[in-house]
């Protein structure tokens, strides 16, 4: 696995505090902005408005987060005025509830300059289905977010910054030992907690990367954020008490020591929303920092695998064996799943 030289935090402040009013994103779509890193992001970008900068961010979510979402959203519209944000309720783990929400953005909106995707939760607590079937980590992780992207594409072609689509969850971490006939783990006692996540991570790398292909005027970014003191490690345990408790015993010290502070994480996120690393129209680059490395280069559409660091990952040796068969098997599941969703 190759890896580019990273960025480091002088630098990303060095470019956040150059956005103006060109890249700063006019128009964006927050799903899991209600918490972690999302709703971290999401007061890095308020402050990013200097006050000033006139811009429409939709912010998505679970119909019991409204009231507390909004105190937030409220402190942050004082904060910036000129930026209106909008609560959008719906549970994005059911697929028909995406598509509801999608239909209902674009009739409110003619062009998108993000589109950002932080939802979902590693499944520790065992498996647990959605009333669609679905795993619900693999729905939030994997199928609303390509559902969403399907959906909202005519939008981010139609930017005039060139549309950036940022999903945080594991990019550069795939693996290649994915079971094509049985991607959504549904055969008896094939789950596992992280047979699941690492299907995921992998799903959704190989589904933007077609994606990535076939629409070369969006930027796409894949993310893996690293350890990030967000309260992750009290969700997705689902009644399983115990097995919190130990892991908070034996990970939180870990965590104290090893994880990124909030605030770092929200810069860092911001960069990639923002700097021309990673193509589009975004904040100049100013040296040293070099320009961001395409998975397979700009004539297959622009997917960029990024680490914690900001470095772009050539994740190769994986990829291009799971580009033989499994790329194709993953699209082919991923297409008749969501195609009554896109009707």
Not at 51 to 66: D, K, L, M, N
Not at 192 to 213: D, F, P, S, V
Not at 225 to 238: D, E, S
Request: charged fraction near 20%; charge should be neutral.
């Amino acid at each position: 696995m190759s890896v580019q030289s990273p960025v480091t935090v002088q630098q990303v402040q060095a470019s956040n505090a150059r956005i103006d009013a060109e890249s700063y994103p006019r128009t964006a779509v927050f799903v899991g902005g209600t918490s972690g890193i999302g709703e971290a992001v999401l007061q890095e970008l308020s402050l990013a408005s200097k006050g000033t900068y006139a811009a429409r961010v939709y912010v998505v979510g679970r119909h019991e987060s409204a009231q507390r979402v909004n105190e937030s959203l409220d402190r942050l519209r004082a904060q910036s005025p000129n930026v209106d944000f909008i609560w959008t309720a719906g549970d994005i783990s059911l697929l028909a509830d995406v598509k509801r929400i999608c239909l209902e953005l674009k009739e409110k909106e003619r062009s998108l300059d993000l589109l950002f995707l932080s939802a979902g939760y590693a499944p520790l607590g065992g498996r647990e289905e959605t009333k669609e079937g679905l795993i619900i980590s693999q729905s939030l992780g994997y199928y609303s977010r390509i559902l969403f992207i399907q959906h909202l594409l005519p939008l981010l072609k139609a930017s005039t910054t060139q549309g950036r689509v940022v999903s945080v969850l594991g990019g550069g971490r795939e693996s290649a030992n994915i079971d094509v006939e049985d991607l959504n783990l549904e055969k008896p006692g094939n789950f596992g907690r992280y047979k699941c996540l690492y299907h995921i991570i992998t799903m959704l790398t190989m589904g933007m990367e077609q994606l990535a292909e076939d629409n070369k005027d969006v930027t796409f970014i894949h993310a893996h954020p690293g350890l990030v003191n967000t309260g992750n490690l009290n969700r997705g345990w689902r009644g399983r008490w115990i097995l919190q408790l130990l892991a908070n015993i034996v990970l939180a010290p870990f965590f104290l020591l090893a994880a990124f502070s909030i605030e770092e994480s929200r810069q860092r996120t911001l960069y990639l929303m923002t700097s021309a690393k990673y193509g589009g129209h975004g904040v100049p680059l100013q040296e040293p920092v070099p320009p961001g490395l395409t998975v397979r280069g700009e004539e297959t559409g622009s997917l960029f695998l990024v680490n914690q660091r900001g470095a772009t990952v050539a994740n190769e040796k994986v990829l291009s064996e799971l580009r033989k068969e499994t790329k194709g098997r993953i699209w082919a599941k991923t297409t008749e799943l969501l195609q009554p969703y896109l009707q």
